[in-house]
């Protein structure tokens, strides 16, 4: 990463966001986007767009990005990725990231199309602290989609 100019920008913006700036983040993202755009390194647009959505105030932006980051990975996917990144460990988090974000737009239709997409790509993953945590975040999303009336859509 440190020999990477897009990625190092991309976690300074990481850095701002965890610091509370999230214009800061977004303004790092935009620039970075604007950067790789619709047709760069499939590589640098999931995780641009991957990280720009968590900066955003409003779930239909969040929403946004979230969709770019899903149209890299299925492009990188459809040509092969050479560099062993392994996009397919991509999917449960960017489709979980989906389902939130149509269930906050209260959207349950695609919110729960994308939640079993994530429980879908999810199976077969190596077991570590990040597939644990999706795991998580997969059943908090599913008791949030089952119990639609104590999680009322944000936006």
Known sequence: MDDD???RRAFEGQQRLAQ???AGARRIYEELWA???????????????????????????????????LAAADALAERGDPSGVGVRTFY???????G????KLGDA????????????????????DETTGIL???AALRNRLDHPERYPPVG
């Not at 449960?92 to 989906?98: A, D, R």
């Not at 919110?111 to 999810?122: G, I, K, T």
């Open 35 to 69: 950067r790789v755009g619709d047709d760069g390194d499939p590589k640098h647009r999931i995780w641009v767009a991957h990280v720009a959505a968590d900066a955003q105030d409003h779930p239909a932006d969040e929403v946004r990005w979230d969709e770019l980051a």
């Open 92 to 98: 449960p988090s960017l489709h979980l990231n989906l």
């Open 20 to 22: 509370g700036d999230r």
């Open 109 to 128: 239709a695609r919110a729960r199309e994308h939640l079993e997409a994530a429980e879908r790509h999810a199976a077969g993953q190596p077991v570590d």
């Open 136 to 138: 998580r975040a997969i």
């Open 100 to 103: 939130e974000g149509y269930g």
């Open 5 to 7: 100019p897009i990625m």
